[in-house]
């Protein structure tokens, strides 16, 4: 990948944080997600954006490490995702959608289209929830090819509410 592209890339991503976040509500989540739009393990800060009665829409930024082959080394991968959470009360639909930057510690630099569509049971009285998604992960710059993958996540909320 050009270093151009890259740099578009990270500066849209910005861009779009930035004004999510902006206008977020206080609802503010840390995850853990085993396998799904990081890799093998990822770390994840998550905010929403648009609460409403029975769904809500929520930015996701992440952070992962995992290590390729001799030739690539290791990569860093930074997951930004928007999701939609549908439902009443604790089980919800999420469906979510969005890019991960991507870089070797080799110096190579690529992009992946990453998307889950899972279940999410989010207890109403409780801080924590529990997302079991099949997330593939989906290249386009080249050629067209899908990466069939799935996650567990759990989450915290932290926020004051």
Known sequence: MELNTLKKSIITACMFLSITFSHAQKQQFFSFELGGSGGLVSINYERNYLERKNYFLQARVGFSYAPIDANNGGVLIFPILTHAVIGPKNHKIDFGIGQTLSMTTKGNFFILMPSSIG???????????????????????????????????????????
């Open 119 to 161: 279940y999410r049971y989010q207890p109403s009285s409780k801080k924590y929830y529990w997302r079991f998604a099949y997330t593939p992960i989906f290249s386009y710059l080249i050629d067209f090819q899908t990466q069939h993958w799935g996650g567990i996540t759990y989450g915290y909320n932290f926020s004051r509410r």
